[in-house]
């Protein structure tokens, strides 16, 4: 009766955790404001809705497609990435998986054997540290600082590699923190991986439309990156497409082939209808995704400004992807009578329970001092949301 060591060995993603007892308390008629879920509250634009409409209608998609995808819409993807990011990707490198998060398990499961070690830039996602464990490799975090807005330098990086490592794994845009990094800084740590033949990194870009900064530089595109480089991507958050479930890999072949093997064994392909609307969103006029981040940027505006306003919250700027990373530290040992909060994971569940706020505790991201908030939501929830957390904040002693 008891369950395998390595299921043992992770944690329940703490995101779906949080909404789910989110759900719990809106089933019970509470008005919770949810800021938990990384989910665009935008809805998928309409020209991509109306091929996937049309992709039913023409009734030429009701078979099991290619398990890595159809084959236009991985042209369609190495285009992109040609015009757009500078990396020669071809169709051959590109696997299509149900969300991105099923593209990094394939890659892990095809390149991990146990005891390798895979350093982790923290804070990381919350996926990234059990999908290591799941292969029974050893995930190696690499924490960067609050000075360095919370990201990881070449040094750091060069401290941590050992005889073990197979590969880093980060993103930027990050969640949870937003920081973004800059070219500059992914060639000095491109540098190192170079020093280290063998050396793998696993480059997680899903939130690059949503960056403030004007520069999203792919790991891929760096002189000597394009073979050391797997590149994770998807439509979810550009495009307001998370049910959708449409993620993919961009890699060297010989690593898209493995990946394949992995898919063609466990899912086999990604929903053919959901692809069709893919190739809408990759081919298609980007203006709504313009829009949707201009909207994210006002919004971030806005929580920044309310965040500076609760006493005792340190909140950076982020530079990307729709998430707040405040350090809530200084309420670590107050108590409001009743209950003293310890950690993030105290503060989270009482301010769901008081404040009817749902946000995710710092720890699952590597980081116990912070709190994530997502600010993918509108402006009415986030201004209420933020009010209810400086009130009941300020019942602490």
């Given at each position: 009766m008891l369950l395998?060591?390595?299921?043992?060995a992770i944690e329940e993603s703490a995101t779906l955790a949080m909404a789910a007892k989110a759900r719990e308390f809106k089933n019970k008629g509470v008005d919770v404001i949810s800021l938990s879920l990384g989910e665009p509250d935008f809805k998928t634009p309409q020209h991509i809705c109306d091929a996937a409409k049309k992709a039913i209608d023409d009734g030429k998609y009701f078979a099991y497609p290619p398990v890595p995808g159809y084959q236009d819409l991985r042209e369609a993807i190495a285009a992109k990435y040609q015009k757009e990011n500078g990396v020669p990707y071809k169709a051959e490198n590109i696997v299509v998986s149900n969300g991105a998060k099923q593209s990094i398990a394939n890659v892990m499961l095809a390149l991990?054997?146990?005891?390798?070690e895979v350093i982790i830039f923290s804070p990381f996602w919350v996926s990234y540290d059990a999908l290591v464990r799941l292969t029974e490799a050893k995930p190696v975090l690499v924490k960067g600082t609050w000075e360095n807005d919370f990201k990881v330098t070449a040094t750091q990086v060069e401290q941590a590699i050992t005889s073990k490592t197979k590969?880093?794994?980060?993103?930027?845009?990050?969640?949870?923190t937003g920081s973004v990094f800059s070219r500059k800084e992914l060639e000095a740590i491109s540098a190192v991986v170079l020093k280290h033949p063998g050396l793998l990194v696993i480059a997680d870009e899903i939130y690059e439309h949503i960056n403030f900064t004007g520069d999203q530089t792919s790991m891929a595109s760096l002189p000597g990156m394009f073979?050391?480089?797997?590149?994770?991507?998807?439509?979810?958050k550009g495009f307001a497409m998370t049910g959708w479930r449409v993620g993919y890999i961009a890699a060297p072949k010989w690593i898209a082939d493995g990946s394949n093997k992995v898919q063609g064994q466990i899912t086999s392909a990604n929903c053919s209808i959901s692809q069709r609307g893919a190739l809408a969103a990759i081919t298609g006029d980007l203006a709504p995704t313009k829009r949707m981040v201009e909207e994210y940027r006002q919004r971030r505006e806005l929580v920044y400004r309310l965040l500076k306003e609760i006493p005792g919250v340190k909140a950076n700027y982020p530079q990307g992807a729709f998430y707040f990373f405040p350090d809530v530290s200084s309420y670590f040992g107050k108590s409001d009578g009743s209950t003293t909060?310890?950690?993030?994971?105290?503060?989270?569940?009482?301010?769901?329970?008081?404040?009817?706020?749902?946000?995710v505790p710092g720890g699952a991201f590597g980081d116990d001092r912070c709190v994530?908030?997502?600010?993918?939501?509108?402006?009415?929830?986030?201004?209420e949301a933020l009010r209810r957390m400086k009130e009941i904040l300020a019942t602490l002693k």
């Amino acid at each position: 009766m008891l369950l395998s060591n390595r299921i043992n060995a992770i944690e329940e993603s703490a995101t779906l955790a949080m909404a789910a007892k989110a759900r719990e308390f809106k089933n019970k008629g509470v008005d919770v404001i949810s800021l938990s879920l990384g989910e665009p509250d935008f809805k998928t634009p309409q020209h991509i809705c109306d091929a996937a409409k049309k992709a039913i209608d023409d009734g030429k998609y009701f078979a099991y497609p290619p398990v890595p995808g159809y084959q236009d819409l991985r042209e369609a993807i190495a285009a992109k990435y040609q015009k757009e990011n500078g990396v020669p990707y071809k169709a051959e490198n590109i696997v299509v998986s149900n969300g991105a998060k099923q593209s990094i398990a394939n890659v892990m499961l095809a390149l991990l054997n146990p005891g390798d070690e895979v350093i982790i830039f923290s804070p990381f996602w919350v996926s990234y540290d059990a999908l290591v464990r799941l292969t029974e490799a050893k995930p190696v975090l690499v924490k960067g600082t609050w000075e360095n807005d919370f990201k990881v330098t070449a040094t750091q990086v060069e401290q941590a590699i050992t005889s073990k490592t197979k590969a880093i794994i980060f993103s930027s845009p990050c969640n949870p923190t937003g920081s973004v990094f800059s070219r500059k800084e992914l060639e000095a740590i491109s540098a190192v991986v170079l020093k280290h033949p063998g050396l793998l990194v696993i480059a997680d870009e899903i939130y690059e439309h949503i960056n403030f900064t004007g520069d999203q530089t792919s790991m891929a595109s760096l002189p000597g990156m394009f073979e050391r480089t797997i590149t994770v991507n998807g439509f979810a958050k550009g495009f307001a497409m998370t049910g959708w479930r449409v993620g993919y890999i961009a890699a060297p072949k010989w690593i898209a082939d493995g990946s394949n093997k992995v898919q063609g064994q466990i899912t086999s392909a990604n929903c053919s209808i959901s692809q069709r609307g893919a190739l809408a969103a990759i081919t298609g006029d980007l203006a709504p995704t313009k829009r949707m981040v201009e909207e994210y940027r006002q919004r971030r505006e806005l929580v920044y400004r309310l965040l500076k306003e609760i006493p005792g919250v340190k909140a950076n700027y982020p530079q990307g992807a729709f998430y707040f990373f405040p350090d809530v530290s200084s309420y670590f040992g107050k108590s409001d009578g009743s209950t003293t909060l310890k950690n993030s994971d105290d503060l989270c569940l009482w301010m769901l329970e008081k404040g009817h706020v749902s946000l995710v505790p710092g720890g699952a991201f590597g980081d116990d001092r912070c709190v994530r908030l997502s600010y993918a939501a509108s402006e009415k929830d986030l201004t209420e949301a933020l009010r209810r957390m400086k009130e009941i904040l300020a019942t602490l002693k």
